[in-house]
Nanobody, 115 residues
Framework: QVQLVESGGGLVQPGGSLRLSCATS????????MGWYRQAPGKQREWVGK???????NYPDSVKGRFTISTDNAKNTVYLQMNSLKPEDTAVYYC?????????WGQGTQVTVSS
């Protein structure tokens, strides 16, 4: 059974940093493309970035240069390092894994950027 569990969210001041974790079980995360989405209240879900099975990364312009996705294969965990956070980064962040024709999701973790 595939499971993704996010952690690391919280309250941070503008300009601060957070690192989100996505611990996986039931799969070897390095074998698949994985990534992150976010959803703010009243807004559509927004793609935040991904890391491919070949370990290349892609990001939208809204977070490029501020967010970095990395992996720890020994821990079967994917990370989202977020720097220079802005109030508009406030959202629930979800990790996902593309496995064949299916996409698996975590339960989400809240990130609030506020002074």
């Amino acid at each position: 059974q595939v499971q993704l569990v996010e952690s690391g969210g919280g309250l941070v001041q503008p300009g601060g940093s957070l690192r989100l974790s996505c611990a996986t079980s039931g799969i070897i995360s390095s074998d698949y493309a994985m990534g992150w989405y976010r959803q703010a209240p009243g807004k559509q879900r927004e793609w935040v970035g991904k890391i491919t099975s070949g370990r290349s990364t892609n990001y939208p312009d809204s977070v490029k240069g501020r967010f970095t996705i990395s992996t720890d294969n020994a821990k079967n965990t994917v990370y989202l390092q977020m720097n220079s956070l802005k109030p508009e980064d406030t959202a629930v962040y979800y990790c996902y894994a593309d496995i064949g024709i299916d996409t698996y999701w975590g339960q989400g973790t809240q990130v609030t950027v506020s002074s």
